[in-house]
């Protein structure tokens, strides 16, 4: 016994790879169970539950044809007859179904659909089980699927045998059964009490006509067994909610006042028509309609921007496709559950810091309610999945996989995973016939939100006074994780293996909470998921009370309630919030094709022109002030200040996404480099307030080594990783020369070894190579006895950590250029070689230098591919020509001669004057990387005929793309606030150009 849960011990350590240690695991479970892995597991083997008798079947109600058509019903119909059997005299004493024969028929198919969706991996995984073991008959597949399906199931011995054995998967079928029967139950007593007020608050009046059917599944289920359902009568179709719809109505006398008020220059919004009880809702059916005229579509959208005001001021959020239908010029808000929300009280590290400030403002910020576009960044898909309420798209792949049914109707029946296509909504309004792109319109959105926005600015008491009284006393949902994390779960525990028993099936869902501290909303939500439900969460509009789905008050509180939420939001509106939240709304339309991006300049050649660059300070100090001016400020646990900032990310950038994220640390585009920036800029001005916010950039840094919680990443390189902290905390010890910073050096030093030893990665950017270069930096820069010592030993680490790279063939010697391949290591192995004159260091320089030049170089096209397995020839710093050249000049400035060198350098000049000047304006791959690069070539070979045209070349950059256009709408790149493609970056190249002040060569981390 102890033998075998200690095999299953094992097993679960596998289904939570988060957890270091069974220690670490028990402690979890015994929170939320008060129960170890190993006491749930032994429980689960002693209190094996009996299963209730099931021995009557679906013949009574469907013919064989129907059940022969139906997935698995043998096996779980008698189980639904205990429950159906008495529900046509329910129907007929409610006296409002025209045909019960026809709709129990239909309740029944979806009843069983319901039931075969829970059921059906564990009957694939018996009707296999049955194939192996020789008990099915026919000669074909089809003819033993039919076999097990309809004889083996109908089989007493062997059902019962099932239900002994998935005595859990059994239990939780009575339950659906009996749920989905008491909730048609309740649709159709509440609905024949209220006819007359659903015909006439609904149905402007028209008869109603009998109820002919019910469809569900039509969103996620909840509070056992409910969800949204349509009641389809004869003349017409009436939408019936489960819960109150007192939200629904008060949001409806919102956009009433919207509409006195004359607020949207008068357009005036549909209302919809609802009537509703303490328990439930009917609404009505919104028709999608096309837009009659061009006006409609500007109206529409217009609309749209008023929506988004208001759903703004309510901390609205998950307003998706889905829940927006295009009535002509009118956006019609289909469901309001997700209006007001909040988030709970729980535990949040340095929760006063600016990077959780910055966090708390992107969720307060119109970019969170879910109309705007949006990419999702899952997986390895091509095509970015888009969310937002007016994105339209006629299919889309799905981010997520979800289970295909494989082989079906036969006996290889099987399931795996796929991206599915997920078809496109009735959210995108139509012009004679053709989808309206919403960019088009984007200054219509934005119009309608500056209306809105503008009035409940101006009115501020009013509005907060009709709000406060409207939804006094509502029910609000809160949603405290998305739904694809339950339904993930959800899918899950579908597998057999969780359908034996309540406490296997509770130990997988247990994974809903490994990062959570509410152990009581963790308990509820494993309720609901143990019935393969979405947890459903609800609080009073004026109170940080939180109830589960069964009204019960939970210890948990939000942390606040949602209308001091609103209340407070209101209160700080100004003008200055308005058009950061307008940003919010043009970032999220904005969509750039590298043609849009590029500059279009030329390398100016025999240049003599004299440059005045006095103008390039001033627009440095333009760029410096307005990073002041949106720095969002924190205090960390330390109790020091700090800085952080949002902006557009270079990783969603590839993907043509600039929404706007927190700032990341590192010098590629985050704190580092901005911080980088700023500090030179104080070195140029001597204006401290550049240097205190350099410092407080540097604080989210330094507070991570201090509190050694490096584990968000393994990268060690010099602009991607620990060692561009390094590179940032290194300079503040070179010009502030403070022991904070110092004694922070030291520290972070310290911590090297062992992410050296865990590091994966081998280039400049991310990996090893950056390290040494950070460190040899250090090493040289800084005359400290104890630095030197620490670092020594870690450079030659680096080095062995690269040479076995280096001979077992891995990545670093498959690409050439600087910042991802070879280049990138060589300047800085001769450098290594220097201190000492190691022998084995030299070897590998040769090596590699070697190995570039074989492999690398093409003399007929003179330049230097990409890669060693496509002919591929770059522009940039990362990859190509500049990067190569940066090497060589590099090797230049180290004393390094060869026979080869000078060649190389010529050639390397020579392309990128000729193809590399014009693409963008960046420095990883743009104009102000390649530009600096040729300048660091001209100084290194004394020719001040090319300083002279590097001068020109920028000048021509600098007048027509920075002066006046460094930050206006066009400039994506201005939406990026770091150094390598972003305004920190532009900032430092001015500071360099200007030529007599000592800039630091970031580009090679000198």
């Known amino acids: 016994m102890e033998d075998m849960i200690s095999y299953y011990e094992k097993c679960w350590m596998k289904l939570y790879p988060e957890m270091k240690s069974i220690e670490e695991l028990n402690t979890y479970l015994k929170k939320v169970f008060g129960k170890s892995l190993k006491e749930k597991l032994q429980n689960e083997r002693v209190e094996k539950v009996s299963v209730k008798e099931y021995n009557r079947n679906l013949k009574m109600f469907l013919d064989d044809n129907m059940l022969e058509n139906m997935r698995f019903s043998r096996f779980y119909g008698p189980i639904m007859v205990e429950y159906i059997e008495n529900l046509p005299k329910y129907i007929e004493k409610t006296m409002i179904v025209k045909n019960i024969k026809l709709f129990m028929e239909s309740m029944i198919l979806q009843l069983s659909d319901l039931m075969c969706s829970i059921a059906f991996r564990t009957m694939v995984f018996e009707i296999n089980n049955a194939k192996n073991k020789n008990l099915l008959k026919g000669e074909s597949p089809e003819e033993r699927y039919k076999y097990f399906n309809n004889e083996l199931l109908d089989d007493y011995q062997y059902r019962k045998s099932l239900y002994s054995e998935y005595c859990f998967l059994v239990e939780t079928l009575d339950e659906c059964a009996k749920n989905f029967v008491k909730y048609i139950e309740e649709i159709l007593v509440n609905t024949s009490k209220n006819m007359c007020r659903i015909q006439s608050d609904v149905n402007s009046n028209i008869e109603l006509g009998k109820l002919i059917n019910i469809e569900f599944a039509l969103g996620d289920t909840h509070c056992r067994g409910k969800s949204v359902a349509k009641l389809i009568f004869e003349n017409t179709i009436i939408y019936y909610k489960p819960r109150n719809s007192i939200i629904d109505n008060k949001f409806q006398s919102v956009l009433n006042l919207i509409n006195e008020k004359g607020i949207l220059s008068g357009r005036k919004y549909r209302v919809m028509n609802i009537h509703g009880t303490s328990e439930c809702g009917w609404f009505e059916n919104i028709k999608y309609e096309e837009c009659r005229s061009i006006d409609n579509v500007h109206d529409y959208y217009l609309k749209i921007g008023g929506l988004i005001g208001i759903l703004y001021f309510f901390n609205a959020t998950d307003f998706h496709h889905e829940n927006i239908i295009a009535c002509a010029e009118n956006p019609m808000l289909i469901d309001l559950e997700s209006i007001f929300s909040v988030e709970m009280k729980s535990k949040v590290f340095d929760e006063n810091s600016a990077y959780n400030n910055a966090i708390e403002y992107l ?234 991006l590029r500059t279009g300049i030329h390398y100016v050649e025999d240049a003599v022109e004299i440059i005045n660059t006095d103008s390039y300070l001033n627009v440095a100090k333009e760029i410096g002030d307005y990073l002041y001016s949106i720095a969002i400020i924190g205090e960390n646990q330390h109790g020091k200040s700090d800085a952080t900032w949002i902006g557009s990310a270079v990783s969603k950038i590839d993907v043509n996404d600039w929404t706007y994220s927190v700032s990341d640390l590192d010098l590629y585009n985050g704190n580092s480099g901005i911080a980088l920036f700023l500090l030179n800029l104080w070195k140029v001005t001597k204006d401290k307030k550049y240097l205190d916010l350099a410092i407080q950039a540097a604080e989210l840094i330094i507070s991570i080594i201090k509190n050694k919680t490096f584990n968000h990443s393994t990268l060690i390189g010099g602009f991607n990783g620990i060692g561009s902290y390094i590179y940032i905390i290194s300079k503040l010890v070179v010009n502030t020369n403070d022991e904070y910073f110092y ?215 600098f007048q027509l793309h920075i002066k006046n256009n460094w930050n206006s709408e066009a400039s994506a790149y201005s939406k990026c606030k770091g150094i390598m493609v972003g305004v920190s970056g532009i900032g430092l190249s001015l500071l360099r150009m200007i030529n007599k002040y000592d800039i630091d060569d970031f580009l090679w981390l000198s």
């Open 363 to 596: 969720k307060s910020s119109v970019q969170s309610i879910g109309i705007l576009p949006n990419k999702l960044h899952i997986g390895d898909l091509d095509d970015k999945y888009e969310t937002g309420g007016i994105v339209y798209k006629e299919k889309q792949v799905a981010p997520i996989k979800s289970l295909k049914v494989v082989n079906d109707a036969s006996d290889g029946i099987r399931t795996e995973l796929v991206n599915s296509i997920i078809e496109g909504n009735l959210n995108a309004p139509k012009y004679n016939g053709n989808i309206i792109n919403p960019k088009e319109y984007v200054e219509d959105i934005k119009e309608g939100f500056r209306l809105v926005y503008k009035w409940i600015l101006g009115n501020k008491k009013e509005f907060i006074e009709f709000v406060e009284t409207s939804f006094s006393e509502t029910k609000i949902r809160i949603i405290l994780k998305p739904t694809f994390m339950y339904a993930q779960i959800n899918s899950i525990a579908k597998h057999p293996n969780f359908m034996s028993s309540e406490d296997e099936n509770e130990l997988i869902n247990a994974r809903i909470g490994i990062y959570a501290d509410n152990i009581d909303i963790i308990k509820s939500e494993i309720r609901s998921l143990k019935r393969y439900e979405i947890p459903y969460f609800s609080a009073l509009f004026n109170e940080e009370k939180l109830f589960d789905e069964d009204e019960n008050v939970l210890e948990s509180r939000l942390i606040i309630s949602p209308q001091l939420l609103f209340r407070n939001k209101v209160c700080k509106a100004t003008e200055i919030d308005l058009n950061n939240q307008i940003d919010f709304i043009s970032i999220s339309f904005l969509s750039k094709n590298p043609e849009e």
């Open 743 to 957: 004694s922070t050096l030291i520290e972070s030093i310290d911590l090297l070894e062992e992410r050296i030893e865990a590091a994966s990665e081998m280039d400049l950017v991310a990996g090893a190579s950056g390290m040494l270069a950070v460190l040899l930096n250090v090493y040289s820069e800084i005359d400290d006895k104890l630095i030197k010592e620490k670092v020594k030993p870690l450079l030659y680490m680096l080095f062995y950590k690269i040479q076995e790279n280096v001979k077992s063939g891995g990545k670093l010697i498959r690409y050439s250029g600087f910042g991802h391949g070879i280049a990138g290591c060589i300047p800085y192995l001769y450098k290594l070689y220097l201190i000492d004159e190691n022998r084995e260091v030299y070897q590998l320089f040769s090596e590699l230098l070697s190995y570039e030049r074989d492999h690398f170089y093409s003399k007929e096209e003179k330049d230097w591919v990409m890669s060693d397995d496509e002919v591929n020839y770059s522009k940039a710093w990362c990859h190509g020509a500049p990067g190569i050249l940066l090497e060589k000049i590099i090797l230049k400035e180290l004393g390094y001669e060869d026979e080869y060198l000078d060649q190389e350098i010529k050639v390397a000049l020579n392309n990128i004057k000729k193809k590399c000047i014009g693409n963008n304006i960046v420095y990883c791959h743009g104009d102000i990387g390649n530009l600096d690069i040729i300048q660091y070539a001209a100084k290194i070979s004394k020719d001040e005929k090319m300083i002279k045209e590097c001068s020109n070349t920028y000048d021509k950059l």
